[in-house]
């Protein structure tokens, strides 16, 4: 046994890492680089080493590691050195050693595919995805969803477009509006009404076919807006310890969102060449986009460089905003945006607000700005809106406003 292999052992409770053994330290350090802790970068090396172990136990090299190998290892029962006496690891476990495979994958030392289960779409979906992010400007968050609807459809319209009849497409949407909620009903809708017009478009099906598909009713804006008051508003922007790196992103997150009425997924696409400073200024690309530059209001800014200068890991990535736990990158939804406003809205003891999502605080700051005497267009144009009539909505909150152009009830004798 090597003088390396007996250090192996000492250090990681008599399990020899073997042909793995000479490039745990460089992903050690590369783990490190990404903001894992030393407990973290431990655990990793337990695993790596307890992968190694069982390679030699079986006879095999890094040159045999394989999809098969890993699963193989995965679901072995433990009898290993060290203790072990598991029925099975854990996915997390497994998970490491996973990511340590990855890494020999990129250094050109094995070739094992890591997307087990990829989907493949038919022709025409990748077609039609392409078509409207080339043409349409939809981001590619929508084009997914709209690609994943298509897919659900499939099965009832059929393989070959140039069948589809009025009937059929009808048949569709009433069989997913009648299993699913109006609104994932209107999503189908919406899509296949773009799937049929490129289909159309490419002479693959008869032209005006997306005519046939059923309109759902949506009385979208019938309700007033959900809003917070202005000092729930401060109370959920407080929320958050400015003391920790977490605090300092999620008060910053939450100022963009209250104070010029950003969408989550501005958040999750925001890069750093989109600030400023010089003239205090934020770009924003939106829908279909649609790039502006807003205003950058005093504490917005102040809240921005206190999270550039102290929370901010120094990592070359373009997005503004980075997860915290380790490996240090980019949000990947806008889901964990309105994470962080629900958790907020809990840690300031608001009970059952009217919305936990990230768009309660762009209404909040649009009800605010029209209170303040904003006029609709200036609300149309921070809130970015396609149309004036949806910036209206807003103005039902405004009783003041309502009140001198309310008509009186007629009386019980007057005719109709």
């Known amino acids: 046994m090597t003088d390396q292999e007996q250090g192996f052992e000492a250090h990681f409770h008599f399990l020899a890492p073997g042909c793995l053994g000479p490039y745990i330290d460089n992903f050690a350090a590369e783990l490190a680089s990404a903001g894992y802790t030393t407990l973290s970068i431990d655990n990793y090396q337990q695993s790596i080493a307890h992968f190694g172990t069982w390679l030699q136990y079986k006879g095999a090299g890094i040159g045999d590691i394989n999809a098969e190998v890993l699963a193989a290892f995965a679901g072995h029962r433990c009898r290993c050195p060290g203790g072990r006496r598991h029925k099975k690891l854990s996915r997390k476990y497994v998970a490491r050693v996973w990511r340590f495979v990855h890494y020999l994958n990129q250094q050109g030392l094995v070739d094992v595919a890591q997307n087990k289960a990829e989907d493949v779409h038919p022709v025409s979906v990748v077609e039609f995805s392409d078509w409207m992010l080339r043409h349409r400007g939809i981001s590619t968050r929508t084009i997914d969803r709209y690609a994943r609807l298509i897919i659900s459809l499939l099965p009832m319209l059929g393989n070959n477009p140039a069948l589809y009849d009025a009937a059929g497409v009808r048949q569709a949407i009433e069989s997913k509006a009648s299993r699913y909620s109006r609104g994932t009903a209107q999503g189908f809708a919406t899509a296949l009404r773009a799937y049929l017009r490129f289909l159309a478009s490419q002479g693959q099906c008869r032209s005006g ?3 046939a598909v ?4 949506q009385w979208k804006l019938s309700t007033l807006p959900r809003y917070l008051v202005v000092g729930d508003v401060e109370r959920v922007i407080t929320a958050y310890d400015a003391d920790t790196c977490c605090g300092l992103r999620n008060r910053a997150i939450l100022l963009l969102l209250a104070r010029l009425g950003l969408r989550a997924g501005d958040i999750v696409n925001m890069r750093m060449e ?3 400073w010089g003239e205090g200024t934020l770009r924003v690309c939106g829908k279909g986009r649609r790039e502006v530059r807003l205003p950058l209001p005093q504490d917005v800014g102040n809240a921005l460089l206190a999270y550039l200068e102290q929370g901010r890991p120094p990592v070359a990535i373009d997005q503004l905003f980075l997860c915290v736990p380790a490996p240090y990158r980019a949000f990947t939804s806008s889901v964990v945006v309105s994470g962080i406003v ?3 809205l809990a840690r300031a003891g608001i009970a059952n607000p009217p919305s936990k999502g990230a768009n309660l605080l762009r209404h909040s700051a649009a ?3 029209l209170r303040a005497g904003a006029t609709l267009d200036a609300i149309s144009s921070v809130l970015r809106h396609r149309s004036l009539d949806t ?6 909150v405004d009783m003041n406003m309502l009140q001198p152009i309310t008509q009186p009830w007629p009386e019980e004798d007057t005719p109709c």
């Open 367 to 369: 009800t605010s700005m």
């Open 214 to 217: 059923p309109t759902l009713p």
């Open 391 to 396: 910036t209206a909505h807003y103005a039902k």
């Open 274 to 276: 989109d600030v400023d």
């Open 209 to 211: 076919l997306e005519a």
């Open 342 to 344: 629900r958790n907020a």
